[in-house]
T-cell receptor, first 114, second 113 residues
Framework: DTGVSQDPRHKITKRGQNVTFRCDPI?????LYWYRQTLGQGPEFLTY????????KSRLLSDRFSAERPKGSFSTLEIQRTEQGDSAMYLC????????????FGDGTRLSIL | QQPVQSPQAVILREGEDAVINCSSS?????VHWYRQKHGEAPVFLMI?????EQKGHEKISASFNEKKQQSSLYLTASQLSYSGTYFC??????????????FGSGTRLQVQP
């Protein structure tokens, strides 16, 4: 049973550039979540999908952020015109969508803005 | 709203016990507990459900007090491997198990030999 996979593990970019991250959930999981985590804090919810439908977006998700899950399998998170404040660990999690099931997290993508 | 965890940090010797608390200002339907080691993904420990029983995982157990809107995580006879940051998470809505989680800011636990 492969876990949640995220790519890349690390991304360093200059302010103003666009970046895209990929998440591959556990294969039978139809729910996929994106979180952001900064040093010393718990993960903060960004958005989540059930299959290909984006069901909820956090108010943290500015217009510069967009997420897709086109075929209900992998998902991408894009940040346009990156800012210093975007530096964080971006975590992806998936779950089966049945009641009371845990979310399983990937190792995350660490984004550093120069 | 973000659940509140206490204490923020705790240092133990191997074999000692610890309690981590998680409280919410809103009604709780479930509480999810995770442990995260430095540079790694959060790892699921257990879910406590409204009306459910106390859960256990190895020598780690937890309780859920609906009236107090609080959950407590109990670490018994701690081992070095228990070191890490513990987070509690509560669903953003009533549809527990299907909604995203709001996490507390974590409790850093360090177990020393």
């Amino acid at each position: 049973d492969t876990g949640v996979s995220q790519d890349p593990r690390h991304k360093i970019t200059k302010r103003g550039q666009n970046v895209t991250f990929r998440c591959d959930p556990i294969s039978e999981h139809n729910r996929l979540y994106w979180y952001r985590q900064t040093l010393g804090q718990g993960p903060e919810f960004l958005t989540y999908f059930q299959n290909e439908a984006q069901l909820e977006k956090s108010r943290l998700l500015s217009d510069r952020f967009s997420a897709e899950r086109p075929k209900g399998s992998f998902s991408t998170l894009e940040i346009q015109r990156t800012e210093q404040g975007d530096s964080a660990m971006y975590l992806c999690a998936s779950s089966s969508g049945r009641l009371n099931q845990p979310q399983h997290f990937g190792d995350g993508t660490r984004l550093s803005i120069l | 709203q973000q659940p509140v965890q206490s204490p923020q940090a705790v240092i133990l010797r191997e074999g000692e016990d610890a309690v981590i608390n998680c409280s919410s200002s809103k009604a709780l339907y479930s509480v999810h507990w995770y442990r995260q080691k430095h540079g790694e993904a959060p790892v699921f420990l257990m879910i406590l459900l409204k009306g459910g029983e106390q859960k256990g995982h190895e020598k780690i157990s937890a309780s859920f007090n609906e009236k107090k809107q609080q959950s407590s995580l109990y670490l018994t006879a701690s081992q070095l491997s228990y070191s890490g940051t513990y987070f509690c998470g509560t669903p953003t809505g009533m549809d527990t198990g299907r909604r995203a989680l709001t996490f507390g800011s974590g409790t850093r636990l360090q177990v020393q030999p």
